[in-house]
DNA sequence: CGCCGAGTTGAACTGAATCAAGAAACGTGG
DNA sequence: CCACGTTTCTTGATTCAGTTCAACTCGGCG
Protein backbone atom coordinates (compact mmCIF):
# COMPACT_ATOMS: atom_id res chain seq x y z
CA UNK A 1 0.00 0.00 0.00
CA UNK A 2 3.06 2.15 0.40
CA UNK A 3 3.15 3.31 -3.15
CA UNK A 4 -0.52 4.33 -3.46
CA UNK A 5 -0.19 6.27 0.26
CA UNK A 6 2.71 7.88 -1.37
CA UNK A 7 0.95 8.93 -4.43
CA UNK A 8 -2.38 10.77 -2.33
CA UNK A 9 0.25 12.42 0.26
CA UNK A 10 2.09 14.03 -2.72
CA UNK A 11 -1.06 15.86 -3.27
CA UNK A 12 -2.44 16.57 0.26
CA UNK A 13 -2.28 15.05 4.09
CA UNK A 14 -4.74 12.68 4.64
CA UNK A 15 -6.05 12.20 8.32
CA UNK A 16 -5.13 8.81 9.93
CA UNK A 17 -8.87 7.71 9.74
CA UNK A 18 -9.17 8.56 5.69
CA UNK A 19 -6.47 6.21 5.62
CA UNK A 20 -7.87 3.13 7.29
CA UNK A 21 -10.70 3.25 5.30
CA UNK A 22 -9.07 3.52 2.03
CA UNK A 23 -7.08 0.59 3.64
CA UNK A 24 -10.45 -1.25 4.57
CA UNK A 25 -11.59 -0.51 1.01
CA UNK A 26 -8.74 -1.60 -0.75
CA UNK A 27 -8.96 -4.62 -2.99
CA UNK A 28 -5.34 -6.10 -3.63
CA UNK A 29 -5.48 -8.07 -7.08
CA UNK A 30 -2.36 -9.38 -9.42
CA UNK A 31 -2.96 -9.82 -13.11
CA UNK A 32 -1.08 -11.80 -16.06
CA UNK A 33 -0.01 -10.19 -18.71
CA UNK A 34 -2.76 -10.50 -21.66
CA UNK A 35 -5.16 -10.33 -18.82
CA UNK A 36 -8.04 -8.15 -19.68
CA UNK A 37 -9.40 -6.42 -16.92
CA UNK A 38 -12.43 -4.50 -18.26
CA UNK A 39 -14.39 -4.82 -21.21
CA UNK A 40 -15.88 -1.98 -23.50
CA UNK A 41 -20.01 -1.75 -23.69
CA UNK A 42 -19.67 -2.26 -19.58
CA UNK A 43 -20.02 -0.14 -16.95
CA UNK A 44 -16.84 0.29 -14.80
CA UNK A 45 -17.30 0.16 -11.30
CA UNK A 46 -13.44 0.30 -10.35
CA UNK A 47 -10.86 2.95 -9.84
CA UNK A 48 -7.97 1.13 -10.37
CA UNK A 49 -4.26 2.00 -8.81
CA UNK A 50 -1.17 0.50 -10.73
CA UNK A 51 0.71 -0.32 -8.31
CA UNK A 52 3.55 -2.30 -10.15
CA UNK A 53 3.26 -3.12 -13.98
CA UNK A 54 1.91 -1.57 -16.62
CA UNK A 55 -1.51 -1.51 -18.78
CA UNK A 56 -3.19 0.12 -21.55
CA UNK A 57 -6.57 1.63 -22.23
CA UNK A 58 -7.49 1.40 -25.87
CA UNK A 59 -10.84 1.78 -28.14
CA UNK A 60 -11.76 0.47 -31.33
CA UNK A 61 -12.01 3.13 -33.65
CA UNK A 62 -12.85 1.67 -37.43
CA UNK A 63 -11.68 -1.84 -36.87
CA UNK A 64 -8.47 -0.08 -35.33
CA UNK A 65 -7.18 -0.22 -31.84
CA UNK A 66 -6.18 3.22 -30.25
CA UNK A 67 -4.63 3.50 -27.29
CA UNK A 68 -5.70 6.60 -24.85
CA UNK A 69 -3.50 6.30 -22.31
CA UNK A 70 -0.89 4.34 -20.69
CA UNK A 71 -1.08 3.00 -16.89
CA UNK A 72 2.34 3.32 -15.20
CA UNK A 73 3.34 1.63 -11.62
CA UNK A 74 2.34 4.72 -9.24
CA UNK A 75 -0.68 6.06 -11.03
CA UNK A 76 -4.26 5.76 -10.94
CA UNK A 77 -6.51 4.51 -13.98
CA UNK A 78 -10.05 4.03 -15.05
CA UNK A 79 -12.27 3.34 -17.59
CA UNK A 80 -13.32 7.43 -17.30
CA UNK A 81 -15.77 8.14 -19.58
CA UNK A 82 -17.99 5.62 -17.87
CA UNK A 83 -16.29 5.41 -14.06
CA UNK A 84 -18.25 8.58 -12.77
CA UNK A 85 -20.96 8.85 -15.65
CA UNK A 86 -21.99 5.56 -14.90
CA UNK A 87 -22.69 4.66 -18.72
CA UNK A 88 -21.25 2.20 -20.82
CA UNK A 89 -17.65 2.73 -21.81
CA UNK A 90 -15.84 2.62 -25.06
CA UNK A 91 -12.47 1.58 -23.65
CA UNK A 92 -10.84 -2.13 -22.85
CA UNK A 93 -7.93 -2.20 -20.43
CA UNK A 94 -5.28 -4.57 -20.56
CA UNK A 95 -2.44 -5.70 -18.30
CA UNK A 96 0.74 -5.62 -20.97
CA UNK A 97 2.97 -6.90 -17.42
CA UNK A 98 2.31 -8.97 -14.60
CA UNK A 99 1.19 -6.20 -12.80
CA UNK A 100 -0.29 -5.39 -8.81
CA UNK A 101 -3.34 -3.80 -9.16
CA UNK A 102 -5.27 -1.71 -6.60
CA UNK A 103 -9.05 -1.74 -6.88
CA UNK A 104 -11.98 0.59 -5.57
CA UNK A 105 -15.24 0.81 -5.96
CA UNK A 106 -17.36 3.45 -6.82
CA UNK A 107 -19.58 3.49 -3.88
CA UNK A 108 -16.66 3.03 -2.27
CA UNK A 109 -14.72 6.01 -3.29
CA UNK A 110 -17.96 8.24 -3.42
CA UNK A 111 -17.96 7.42 0.28
CA UNK A 112 -14.52 8.35 0.91
CA UNK A 113 -14.92 11.42 -1.34
CA UNK A 114 -17.92 12.12 1.10
CA UNK A 115 -16.41 11.70 4.36
CA UNK A 116 -12.96 13.26 3.92
CA UNK A 117 -12.73 16.92 2.80
CA UNK A 118 -9.23 16.22 2.44
CA UNK A 119 -9.84 13.31 0.24
CA UNK A 120 -12.51 15.05 -2.37
CA UNK A 121 -9.70 17.95 -2.31
CA UNK A 122 -6.77 15.24 -3.64
CA UNK A 123 -9.54 14.04 -6.16
CA UNK A 124 -9.96 17.64 -7.64
CA UNK A 125 -6.19 17.80 -7.41
CA UNK A 126 -5.31 15.08 -9.30
CA UNK A 127 -7.99 15.19 -11.94
CA UNK A 128 -6.71 18.82 -12.52
CA UNK A 129 -3.15 17.10 -13.20
CA UNK A 130 -4.75 15.05 -15.31
CA UNK A 131 -6.02 17.69 -17.44
CA UNK A 132 -2.78 19.73 -17.77
CA UNK A 133 -1.52 16.18 -18.91
CA UNK A 134 -4.68 15.86 -21.18
CA UNK A 135 -3.84 19.39 -22.71
CA UNK A 136 -0.23 18.48 -23.50
CA UNK A 137 -1.17 15.46 -25.57
CA UNK A 138 -3.83 17.56 -27.15
CA UNK A 139 -0.51 19.93 -28.07
CA UNK A 140 1.30 16.77 -28.93
CA UNK A 141 -1.13 15.51 -31.43
CA UNK A 142 -2.15 18.81 -33.22
CA UNK A 143 0.70 20.41 -33.40
CA UNK A 144 3.57 18.14 -33.59
CA UNK A 145 4.95 15.49 -36.62
CA UNK A 146 5.70 12.30 -36.20
CA UNK A 147 9.64 12.19 -34.98
CA UNK A 148 8.50 15.08 -32.28
CA UNK A 149 6.27 13.02 -30.99
CA UNK A 150 7.77 10.19 -30.66
CA UNK A 151 10.91 12.50 -28.83
CA UNK A 152 8.01 13.87 -26.19
CA UNK A 153 6.84 10.09 -25.50
CA UNK A 154 10.40 8.61 -24.42
CA UNK A 155 10.71 11.55 -22.48
CA UNK A 156 7.22 11.51 -20.52
CA UNK A 157 8.06 7.41 -20.26
CA UNK A 158 11.81 6.95 -20.32
CA UNK A 159 11.87 3.70 -19.08
CA UNK A 160 9.18 2.05 -20.95
CA UNK A 161 10.73 1.34 -24.66
CA UNK A 162 11.72 -1.71 -24.57
CA UNK A 163 8.01 -2.64 -22.62
CA UNK A 164 6.26 -1.87 -25.36
CA UNK A 165 5.78 -3.45 -29.04
CA UNK A 166 6.26 -0.47 -31.79
CA UNK A 167 2.13 -1.46 -32.42
CA UNK A 168 1.39 0.02 -29.06
CA UNK A 169 3.50 3.06 -29.47
CA UNK A 170 2.27 3.82 -32.86
CA UNK A 171 -1.36 3.90 -31.44
CA UNK A 172 -0.42 5.71 -28.56
CA UNK A 173 1.21 8.06 -30.72
CA UNK A 174 -1.36 8.47 -33.31
CA UNK A 175 1.07 7.43 -36.29
CA UNK A 176 1.47 4.45 -37.98
CA UNK A 177 4.15 1.68 -37.39
CA UNK A 178 5.97 1.95 -40.29
CA UNK A 179 6.52 5.65 -39.97
CA UNK A 180 7.69 5.04 -35.95
CA UNK A 181 10.03 2.04 -37.63
CA UNK A 182 11.18 5.20 -40.33
CA UNK A 183 11.91 7.54 -36.93
CA UNK A 184 13.36 5.07 -35.60
CA UNK A 185 15.68 3.67 -37.63
CA UNK A 186 17.39 6.87 -37.77
CA UNK A 187 18.40 6.27 -34.06
CA UNK B 1 -25.73 36.29 -10.09
CA UNK B 2 -28.07 33.70 -11.62
CA UNK B 3 -26.43 32.32 -14.10
CA UNK B 4 -23.13 31.51 -11.94
CA UNK B 5 -25.38 29.64 -9.06
CA UNK B 6 -27.49 27.30 -11.79
CA UNK B 7 -24.00 26.52 -13.06
CA UNK B 8 -23.03 25.32 -9.72
CA UNK B 9 -26.34 24.11 -8.46
CA UNK B 10 -26.40 21.32 -11.85
CA UNK B 11 -23.51 20.09 -10.08
CA UNK B 12 -24.53 20.08 -6.68
CA UNK B 13 -25.75 21.86 -4.00
CA UNK B 14 -24.69 24.71 -2.20
CA UNK B 15 -25.29 25.54 1.43
CA UNK B 16 -26.90 28.95 2.05
CA UNK B 17 -23.19 30.55 3.34
CA UNK B 18 -21.20 29.42 0.91
CA UNK B 19 -23.36 31.53 -1.51
CA UNK B 20 -23.31 33.98 0.47
CA UNK B 21 -19.66 33.80 0.51
CA UNK B 22 -19.40 33.30 -3.42
CA UNK B 23 -21.59 36.63 -3.83
CA UNK B 24 -19.07 38.60 -1.75
CA UNK B 25 -16.43 37.50 -3.21
CA UNK B 26 -17.47 37.83 -6.81
CA UNK B 27 -16.17 40.61 -9.00
CA UNK B 28 -18.90 41.88 -11.38
CA UNK B 29 -17.15 43.41 -14.30
CA UNK B 30 -17.56 44.33 -17.89
CA UNK B 31 -15.38 44.16 -20.89
CA UNK B 32 -15.44 46.02 -24.46
CA UNK B 33 -14.85 43.52 -27.49
CA UNK B 34 -11.26 43.20 -28.85
CA UNK B 35 -10.03 43.69 -24.58
CA UNK B 36 -7.03 41.72 -23.31
CA UNK B 37 -8.30 39.77 -20.48
CA UNK B 38 -5.14 38.33 -19.67
CA UNK B 39 -1.51 38.75 -21.26
CA UNK B 40 0.62 35.42 -21.63
CA UNK B 41 4.06 35.64 -19.50
CA UNK B 42 2.02 36.46 -15.65
CA UNK B 43 0.67 34.29 -13.23
CA UNK B 44 -3.59 34.30 -13.85
CA UNK B 45 -4.83 35.52 -10.41
CA UNK B 46 -8.57 35.17 -11.48
CA UNK B 47 -10.83 32.29 -12.12
CA UNK B 48 -13.13 33.98 -14.43
CA UNK B 49 -17.20 32.78 -15.15
CA UNK B 50 -18.99 34.43 -18.31
CA UNK B 51 -21.87 35.53 -17.16
CA UNK B 52 -22.83 36.61 -20.72
CA UNK B 53 -20.54 37.33 -23.96
CA UNK B 54 -17.55 35.45 -25.87
CA UNK B 55 -13.70 35.01 -25.45
CA UNK B 56 -10.77 32.78 -26.63
CA UNK B 57 -8.21 31.57 -24.91
CA UNK B 58 -5.34 31.29 -27.31
CA UNK B 59 -1.31 30.87 -27.50
CA UNK B 60 1.04 31.54 -29.71
CA UNK B 61 3.18 28.69 -31.80
CA UNK B 62 5.70 29.81 -33.74
CA UNK B 63 4.48 33.07 -34.68
CA UNK B 64 0.76 32.19 -35.47
CA UNK B 65 -1.63 32.11 -33.03
CA UNK B 66 -3.59 28.96 -31.79
CA UNK B 67 -6.96 28.99 -29.79
CA UNK B 68 -7.29 26.51 -27.36
CA UNK B 69 -10.49 27.05 -25.38
CA UNK B 70 -13.67 28.75 -26.25
CA UNK B 71 -15.24 30.58 -23.51
CA UNK B 72 -19.18 30.91 -23.68
CA UNK B 73 -21.76 31.82 -21.85
CA UNK B 74 -22.47 30.02 -18.46
CA UNK B 75 -18.96 28.44 -18.33
CA UNK B 76 -15.85 28.95 -16.60
CA UNK B 77 -12.60 29.81 -17.86
CA UNK B 78 -9.04 30.79 -16.38
CA UNK B 79 -5.56 30.76 -17.79
CA UNK B 80 -5.65 26.68 -16.83
CA UNK B 81 -1.91 26.47 -16.76
CA UNK B 82 -1.28 29.24 -14.42
CA UNK B 83 -3.80 29.45 -12.59
CA UNK B 84 -3.81 26.44 -10.05
CA UNK B 85 0.21 25.96 -10.79
CA UNK B 86 1.01 29.66 -9.90
CA UNK B 87 3.54 29.32 -12.95
CA UNK B 88 3.49 32.41 -15.45
CA UNK B 89 1.21 31.34 -18.60
CA UNK B 90 1.46 31.05 -21.98
CA UNK B 91 -1.93 31.56 -22.75
CA UNK B 92 -3.62 34.91 -23.52
CA UNK B 93 -7.72 35.86 -23.15
CA UNK B 94 -9.04 37.78 -25.41
CA UNK B 95 -12.74 39.24 -25.26
CA UNK B 96 -14.30 38.63 -28.65
CA UNK B 97 -17.26 40.22 -27.30
CA UNK B 98 -19.24 43.16 -25.23
CA UNK B 99 -18.89 40.49 -22.61
CA UNK B 100 -20.07 40.48 -18.72
CA UNK B 101 -17.73 38.46 -16.65
CA UNK B 102 -17.49 37.43 -13.20
CA UNK B 103 -13.57 37.42 -11.79
CA UNK B 104 -12.32 35.22 -8.17
CA UNK B 105 -9.08 36.20 -7.14
CA UNK B 106 -7.20 32.42 -6.30
CA UNK B 107 -7.28 32.84 -2.51
CA UNK B 108 -10.79 33.64 -2.55
CA UNK B 109 -11.73 30.38 -4.39
CA UNK B 110 -9.13 28.50 -1.88
CA UNK B 111 -10.97 29.90 0.44
CA UNK B 112 -14.05 28.58 -0.72
CA UNK B 113 -12.83 25.00 -1.36
CA UNK B 114 -11.42 24.72 2.19
CA UNK B 115 -14.03 26.40 3.96
CA UNK B 116 -17.16 24.24 2.27
CA UNK B 117 -15.97 20.86 1.64
CA UNK B 118 -19.49 20.91 -1.09
CA UNK B 119 -17.70 23.58 -3.07
CA UNK B 120 -14.75 21.38 -2.99
CA UNK B 121 -16.58 18.62 -4.39
CA UNK B 122 -18.28 21.07 -7.09
CA UNK B 123 -14.28 22.02 -8.17
CA UNK B 124 -13.67 18.24 -8.50
CA UNK B 125 -16.97 16.98 -10.62
CA UNK B 126 -16.07 20.20 -12.90
CA UNK B 127 -12.65 19.43 -13.36
CA UNK B 128 -13.91 16.06 -14.77
CA UNK B 129 -16.30 17.00 -16.81
CA UNK B 130 -13.87 19.16 -18.53
CA UNK B 131 -11.52 16.28 -18.54
CA UNK B 132 -13.91 14.18 -20.79
CA UNK B 133 -14.25 17.55 -23.10
CA UNK B 134 -10.78 17.40 -23.50
CA UNK B 135 -10.63 13.79 -24.11
CA UNK B 136 -13.47 14.46 -27.12
CA UNK B 137 -11.28 17.41 -28.01
CA UNK B 138 -8.32 14.75 -28.38
CA UNK B 139 -10.15 12.32 -30.22
CA UNK B 140 -11.64 15.06 -32.62
CA UNK B 141 -7.57 16.84 -33.55
CA UNK B 142 -6.28 13.04 -33.63
CA UNK B 143 -8.84 11.08 -36.04
CA UNK B 144 -11.08 13.82 -37.46
CA UNK B 145 -10.92 14.96 -40.70
CA UNK B 146 -11.28 19.18 -41.61
CA UNK B 147 -14.79 18.39 -42.58
CA UNK B 148 -15.35 16.29 -39.48
CA UNK B 149 -13.83 18.55 -37.63
CA UNK B 150 -15.86 21.52 -38.59
CA UNK B 151 -19.40 19.24 -38.56
CA UNK B 152 -17.88 18.20 -34.92
CA UNK B 153 -17.51 21.98 -34.36
CA UNK B 154 -20.95 23.16 -35.07
CA UNK B 155 -22.88 20.60 -33.29
CA UNK B 156 -20.93 21.50 -29.89
CA UNK B 157 -20.87 25.43 -30.52
CA UNK B 158 -24.66 25.86 -32.91
CA UNK B 159 -25.12 29.56 -31.78
CA UNK B 160 -21.43 30.20 -32.24
CA UNK B 161 -20.66 30.48 -36.37
CA UNK B 162 -21.64 34.07 -37.19
CA UNK B 163 -20.24 34.95 -34.09
CA UNK B 164 -16.77 34.35 -35.19
CA UNK B 165 -14.51 34.58 -38.00
CA UNK B 166 -12.82 32.05 -39.96
CA UNK B 167 -9.46 32.53 -38.67
CA UNK B 168 -10.60 31.81 -35.26
CA UNK B 169 -12.61 28.70 -36.09
CA UNK B 170 -10.07 27.39 -38.01
CA UNK B 171 -7.67 27.78 -35.73
CA UNK B 172 -9.52 26.14 -33.25
CA UNK B 173 -9.75 23.24 -35.48
CA UNK B 174 -6.39 22.95 -35.87
CA UNK B 175 -7.25 22.95 -39.75
CA UNK B 176 -5.96 26.34 -42.01
CA UNK B 177 -7.93 29.16 -42.59
CA UNK B 178 -7.69 27.92 -46.73
CA UNK B 179 -9.49 24.74 -45.91
CA UNK B 180 -11.85 25.65 -44.23
CA UNK B 181 -13.40 28.04 -46.69
CA UNK B 182 -13.24 25.06 -48.98
CA UNK B 183 -15.25 22.85 -46.51
CA UNK B 184 -18.02 26.22 -46.26
CA UNK B 185 -18.05 25.99 -49.84
CA UNK B 186 -19.83 23.43 -50.25
CA UNK B 187 -22.69 23.68 -47.77
C1' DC C 1 13.34 -26.91 -39.92
C1' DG C 2 9.57 -24.14 -41.02
C1' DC C 3 5.99 -21.22 -39.26
C1' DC C 4 4.36 -16.90 -37.33
C1' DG C 5 4.33 -12.47 -35.31
C1' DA C 6 7.03 -8.27 -35.18
C1' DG C 7 9.66 -5.04 -37.46
C1' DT C 8 11.78 -3.02 -41.75
C1' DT C 9 11.95 -1.07 -46.26
C1' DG C 10 10.11 0.52 -50.75
C1' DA C 11 6.72 2.80 -53.93
C1' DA C 12 2.54 5.04 -54.90
C1' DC C 13 -1.09 7.87 -53.19
C1' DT C 14 -3.55 11.60 -50.64
C1' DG C 15 -5.42 15.19 -47.49
C1' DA C 16 -4.27 19.24 -46.15
C1' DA C 17 -0.58 23.00 -45.83
C1' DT C 18 1.50 26.51 -48.16
C1' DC C 19 2.06 30.02 -51.51
C1' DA C 20 -0.14 33.30 -54.34
C1' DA C 21 -3.55 36.20 -56.22
C1' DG C 22 -8.00 38.05 -56.50
C1' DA C 23 -12.94 39.16 -54.64
C1' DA C 24 -15.92 40.65 -51.09
C1' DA C 25 -17.01 43.02 -46.87
C1' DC C 26 -16.11 46.53 -43.67
C1' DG C 27 -15.23 51.02 -41.78
C1' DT C 28 -13.36 55.53 -41.74
C1' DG C 29 -12.90 60.15 -43.42
C1' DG C 30 -13.97 63.37 -46.81
C1' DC D 1 -23.17 58.65 -49.48
C1' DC D 2 -19.28 57.44 -51.88
C1' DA D 3 -14.06 56.50 -52.34
C1' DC D 4 -10.34 54.25 -50.65
C1' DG D 5 -7.69 51.24 -47.81
C1' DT D 6 -7.68 47.39 -44.86
C1' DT D 7 -9.17 43.16 -43.37
C1' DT D 8 -11.53 38.87 -44.26
C1' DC D 9 -12.63 35.32 -47.30
C1' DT D 10 -12.30 32.60 -51.63
C1' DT D 11 -10.14 30.09 -55.23
C1' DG D 12 -6.27 27.93 -57.72
C1' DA D 13 -1.66 25.57 -58.16
C1' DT D 14 1.98 23.32 -55.95
C1' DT D 15 4.19 20.69 -52.35
C1' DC D 16 4.92 17.52 -48.56
C1' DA D 17 4.47 14.51 -44.47
C1' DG D 18 2.57 10.58 -43.52
C1' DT D 19 -0.70 6.69 -44.90
C1' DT D 20 -1.46 2.63 -47.31
C1' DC D 21 -0.26 -1.40 -49.68
C1' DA D 22 3.06 -4.77 -50.44
C1' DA D 23 7.15 -7.43 -50.13
C1' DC D 24 10.83 -8.76 -47.45
C1' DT D 25 13.86 -9.76 -43.04
C1' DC D 26 14.58 -11.28 -38.56
C1' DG D 27 14.12 -13.93 -34.32
C1' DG D 28 11.77 -17.12 -31.37
C1' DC D 29 9.47 -21.39 -30.67
C1' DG D 30 6.76 -25.55 -31.60
Redo the contacts with the bound molecule.
Sequence with gaps: MQPLFSFLEAVNDLPDEAKALILAKTRIKHYPKGHLLFREGQVCHYMYFMASGLARIFHCKED?EVIDWLATAGHPFTAIDSFYSRQPSRYTIEILENSEVYAFLYDDLEELYHQFHAFERIGRLITQEQFLILQERIDMVQF??????YETFLKRFPNIQNR???????SYL????????????KY
Tied chains: 1, 2.
Design positions: KQNAQQRLQLTHIAGISLETLSRIRA
